[in-house]
Every structure is written in C-alpha cells, then in structure tokens.
C-alpha cells in the first residue's frame, strides 16, 4: 500500500450497559501523534470507516451516525459513509444494538483542513541560478502537478520566483516547471552570463559485454529526460540544448547493438534518438556532467529463458514505525508482505533464481536505500510486495483485488505478465495495471514493478492475507509470471 497511513492511537469515548460488555474498535480514521483532532480534505463529501466489534452477542446491529453498518461474523466492518458539514468539528458516532438495547457506544471527533491558500510567488530580478544539492530531487509541472524531471545533484537551475516552500525555475524559453527549496543550494559558482542554450559536441558510442554507452560533449550539465517509444527505441530530450554535432562515431562492437544515433533540433530543445538492432537491453541510466552526457543501455547478466541463474529483488514494504494499511482486525501491512516475501524467496529458490530481499526482519528501510540494494546485488529486476488500501474518500466498494504497478515503459510487460499469473493463481479480481510514478518503481536501470496482492481493508480480504495457502497462491502467481517474462525475453 503506497499511500501515507497514519499511526497513532485515536482518543476515545466508550458506554458499556449490562456485561459482559461489547467493545467497538476504530482501526481508521485515528490521530497522528500530537493531533487532536483528525481531518479530511475540505472537498470531501463521503469516506470510509474501518474497525471491529469483539464481544457482541448473534444478532446485534452496528449503527454508524444513524446508517447501518454490516460486520463480519467476528465484528471485522468496513463502511463509506457521508460526511458531515460542519468545517470545524464533526463526530463519527456508533452504536451497537444489542436486541431492544444499545450496549456500546463509540464516538470520534473530527474536522476540517483549511483550504489551501494561494501560492504567493516572489519575482527575482535578476533570475539567480540554484544546484540540485539532493539525490532524490524532483520537479513538478505545477504546485500540486505530475513528476515531471529528475535532475541530478549539481544540476544548475535558473530561478526566476520563489514562495516559502517552492521555486519556478525555467526549463527553457516559454517551459517553466516548480520544485521544492528543500531540492536546492544556492549555485555561488554559475555566472548570470551562463543564460544561453547548452552547446551539445560530437558523440561516440561504445560497448562492452554489459551495456552500449552513447557519449556527448556538453558545456554545461543539462536537464533531460527520456522517452521510451519502444523496445528498441529511445529518445532523450535535452532541455535549453542546441547541437554543434559533426559527427557520431561507433566502435566496432557498439555497431552490433546499436543500429544508429540521430538527433533533431525541436525549438530550445535538443531530441537525440537511439534505435537498437534487437530489443535486448533491461534498462537504461543516464548520467550528466558540466563536459558530458552518458546515456548508458544496459543489457541482462544472461538471455536464457526461465527463473534459473536470475536474480530477483524481493522487496517487503514498509516496516519499522511505518505499519502500512492496517486492516480492520489490526492487521499490519508491514507484518504481512515480510511474511509474504518469505514465502516468495522459498518459491523462486526452488526455481533456481537468486533472491535478494530489501528487508529481513522488522527494520526500517528507506524507499531509495532498497533501491541501492537491488543495484548494488546487481539485481536482474525488483519486486516490491504490498497490501492495498485507499485514501480518504474513495468508496471501497468499488475496489478489490490485486493490482501492479509500473513506472519505466520496459516495465509494462512484466506488470502485465505477473498481474495475470497472480489474479488466477490466488482467484482474486482483477484491479488493474497501473503507471504510476512510486519512487520503488521509478528506477530505470532494470524492471520493477509494485504487486498490491490484496486490500487489507477488506475485511474478507484481509483473512486472505492471514492465511498460509493464500500467500502460496500468490506467489505461485508470482513464479509463473517471472518465468514467462523471461521466456518471453530470451526470445525477442
């Protein structure tokens, strides 16, 4: 489950009439450390509410502010719910009936967040050039918009405004895009006179037994980004880029990979395209530099066919402090998916495939530490394990199952592959296949993919993740779909 799950203990009232006394348990919403009260999106008009009821008697109702709320035979309840209207403090209120009698009750306070205040921006003039100071920095196309560039530490920038927390800076004449301060340092090296497109040199490509390297000459380090039109194709952009190129040269080992190098002037923008003989390469990585552009390809450990001699990275999400989706019963995400990986590490093994797993034990790991891990094992592809939940807002009733995602288009066929292995293999609906920008996912130097098996706020669901048989299932689905991945690459 990728999206933030709060952690601490919700403050409570609780009536008990007669005994033994029924208990109601509110797994979600609850209060974040030091908060007082819980609060939704302004917008919001409906959302969920999850928990379980122990000690109630056959027959007894649970009522939520009034609405009927079903609950499993162990008291395990999921329900979406109106909101009410109130801006500053609401209550979520039940009551379990008992025959002609309310035995328990449970009440929840909660409100509103402010609408967001306008972003005011603070013009610089002159512009003054930032640097990249931090190795997970992104942009954004707008406050509250997509992904949009990775630059790397050292970056320079151009900004032309700020705010408290964020900077527009200038892509190229007439594309601007945001990013937050926290990304930057103040550039006291980069000279105002550097405004001017990047002069982009000749180019040389090589290759070894491990990838074909494709080299430019540049006079400042450049914004890009990449395009994977197809298996074979790619096409990195450069940003406030002109080409002075004469010539490409291929050595003569590179020349039986790549079947050519073109480039194109697109307005401020240099376009270089790479088309390669067999679609044969895992991924790519690119790195840049105040002299040079490297756009690395990078080619598999080995192009047999099935799980034998690969190496997979098994990634248990979340962990430590972070719990993950917690299901109506307190079943933690972070619980499940280690147990999961264990069970998937014993099935790839007997495969013959090399497991590596992020994490072994209850540990916090961070998002871009297990990315280090799969690199550094020199890893074939990566697998982040999860169990699924929604945010506020999104009826549940409307989502169940397994859903995978990817990021890097050279993923899509091995989310494909391995969503369809493991929606038959584990009997589960089908949520989907999804693009999704997840950090875990976001790598581009080998396959990866995010598996959310289940929802853990399924009460059904939730006793399918608890179970044994159920987790083989998955990853028997798993296994199957890996091997017809790498059946489906041996032979391109």
Known sequence: MHRRVVLSLSIVVLLSIGAPAAEIHLVYPRLEQGQDTFRYAPDLDSSFVLGQVTGARTGSKLLCNGHSVEMAEDGAFLAFLPLGNDRETNNWYFS???????????EF???RLPSANATEWVPLEPPVWYAISESNAHTRTTIGGSYHL?????????????SDKWAEFEIEPGNRGVIEKRFLATNTE???DQKGQIRVGDGIVNANECEAVITFGVDRMPLWEVDVESLWSFVVTLHDAVSTVDRIRFTADAAKLIRDVT????????????????????????HASDSVIQFAMIRPR????????KRIAVDPGHGGAADGAIGPRGTKEKDVVLKWAHVLERSLRSAGAEVVLTRNSDSAVSLHERIDIARNADCDLFLSLHANALPDGENPAERHGCGV?????????????????VVESAHLNNDGVFDAN?????????PAVLIESAYMMHPEEELMLQDDKFLDKLSRGVKMGLQEYFNNVSSR
């Open 302 to 309: 080995t192009m047999k066919s099935g799980l034998r001699g």
């Open 150 to 162: 990775f630059p790397e530490v050292g970056t320079p920038l151009q900004v032309v405004a700020i």
């Open 96 to 106: 379990l009936i008992e025959g002609e009698t309310g035995t328990s009750q449970l």
């Open 263 to 286: 480039w194109k002037q697109r307005g401020n923008a240099l376009e270089i395209r790479v088309d390669c003989h067999l679609a044969r390469f895992q991924g790519y990585r690119i």
């Open 109 to 111: 306070p909660y409100g």
């Open 190 to 192: 980069a000279k105002l």
């Open 405 to 421: 995602y990817y990021y890097n288009s050279l993923s899509r066929s091995l989310a494909e592959t391995v969503q369809a292995h």
């Open 438 to 446: 997840l950090a875990v996912i976001r790598p581009t130097d080998f």
